[in-house]
């Protein structure tokens, strides 16, 4: 399965550093035995369509060998860490997981 993550961080959590850092928490979680692939990203410099939303500031997409895996991860203690450390630079973050 597929796990996707868009993260709108707060206007003052946006300086270089802040991004250096959110980065940083972004890799770790791939350290996570349960994770088998993905990556993060930011929006691609594409040409502008109506039907392109651009405006978060992080993507993340992770697999997992099964929905037992995934749900393993969200208590895993690193995972928790990540979304201690971070949840006050979100604006919004929005899930959206893929069978």
Do not use: N
Request: aromatic share 14%.
């Amino acid at each position: 399965m597929e796990h996707h993550v868009y993260f709108w961080l707060k206007d003052d959590c946006k300086s270089a550093v802040d991004r250096a850092a959110f980065e940083r928490g972004l890799a770790s979680l791939f350290e996570i035995g349960l994770v088998t692939g993905g990556r993060w990203a930011v929006p691609a410099p594409v040409m502008p369509r109506p039907v392109i939303d651009q405006s978060w500031d992080y993507a993340l997409t992770m697999q997992f060998a099964s929905v037992a895996d995934h749900d393993a991860y969200q208590g895993d203690p690193h995972h928790q860490v990540f979304i201690g450390t971070f949840k006050d630079w979100w604006a919004k973050v929005l899930v959206m997981d893929l069978a």
